[in-house]
């Protein structure tokens, strides 16, 4: 069995602990992550795609939110990466298009400072961010696993035994940053983490007569989804795998676009007591929310498995697919960063 003992009475406990009322909830977060894990296409390697493989990553769903409260520093600095606060109108702080989004957090503070209405990245959220720094991560992770894979078998023997042994490592570390990075991409499935209206319509403009309830987060993500969703009822909605090449930042606009557009219908949905009622709308409405979760993490990474044979790796930087055509030949100094 690939789990060691210990860890596999570690995720016993992390299955059966209460759930807190964050983000999605323990049981959304283990959903998500779960069922992208177990609709990963073949060409992803095997070790990613195993009973055990799985059972980790859906255990580690919850882990971000679970380690909250660790201290003044960290909390501070991670808090807002589960979130953001758009407008209605897809701006943050009113100033910044979410089409328009800076490539680095530190452009995208710079931004939010100078706007119009200056406000900053700690304030509005930064889980654009926090999405595609993973995602870079996870290519990272596949590219150094590639050259492990072939080198193992390929460079002299005197170096195979360390590639091999770097290999299982790597193995460890890619189910440990999926696992955790997949927290992110579901927070961004979740309406009401990619808006304003957060917790109660607030105070804009309310046509509608939208609740002002601060219980409508927790009932909505938490509550409702323990009772009603799962992994065997959200897999199915889970549309088939499509590579995409489009840059991973213009995807995550789009992702946190269509999240937005379904704020309306949780309040409209809460409003006409669905949620109390359990209504077939309501279920539909959350495992569809859900399955779009773990359609983006499980095509995210996918693409990131793809990507990841034109990756470079080491220092100096030698590229992956020069390894795998045999144009280069790793050693252990080289690989290890020098």
């Not at 710079?110 to 595609?132: H, M």
């Not at 991560?137 to 072939?150: H, M, N, P, Q, T």
């Amino acid at each position: 069995m690939r789990i060691p003992m210990m860890l596999a009475v570690l995720l016993t406990v992390a299955l059966s602990a209460p759930d807190p009322a964050l983000a999605w909830g323990a049981t959304g977060h283990r959903i998500i992550n779960g069922d992208a894990a177990r609709s990963l296409p073949d060409s992803i390697p095997a070790f990613v795609r195993t009973p055990e493989a799985i059972a980790e990553i859906a255990a580690l769903g919850p882990e971000a939110d679970r380690d909250r409260g660790s201290g003044k520093t960290r909390d501070s600095d991670m808090d807002p990466a589960h979130f953001l606060d758009l407008e209605d109108d897809n701006t943050i702080g009113g100033t910044l298009p979410l089409a328009q989004l800076p490539p680095t957090r530190e452009a995208y503070d710079t931004a939010l400072r100078n706007g119009a209405k200056p406000t900053d990245q700690y304030s509005r959220g930064f889980v654009p961010y926090e999405i595609v720094d993973g995602y870079e991560l996870i290519v990272k992770d596949f590219g150094i696993w590639r050259v492990d894979s072939y080198a193992e078998t390929h460079v002299a023997p005197a170096d195979r035994d360390f590639f091999a042994s770097d290999r299982r490592l790597r193995e460890v570390l890619i189910l440990r940053d999926i696992g955790y990075w997949g927290h992110f991409v579901g927070d961004a499935s979740q309406p009401l983490h990619v808006s304003v209206h957060f917790n109660g319509w607030g105070d804009y403009p309310n046509p509608n007569n939208y609740t002002q309830s601060k219980a409508i987060h927790a009932k909505f993500e938490s509550d409702f989804v323990n009772a009603h969703a799962s992994a065997e009822t959200v897999l199915p909605r889970i549309a088939a795998y499509a590579r995409s090449t489009t840059p991973v930042m213009s995807r995550v606009e789009a992702y946190l676009k269509a999240t937005n557009s379904h704020v309306p219908q949780v309040y409209q949905l809460e409003g006409a007591g669905a949620f109390d009622a359990a209504t077939p709308a309501a279920v539909d409405f959350t495992l569809d929310r859900l399955a779009d979760g773990a359609k983006m993490m499980r095509d995210f990474i996918a693409d990131a498995y793809a990507e990841s044979a034109d990756a470079k790796v080491g220092y100096p930087q030698i590229s992956v697919r020069d390894v795998l055509n045999g144009t280069v030949v790793p050693t252990h100094s080289l690989t290890n960063g020098g």
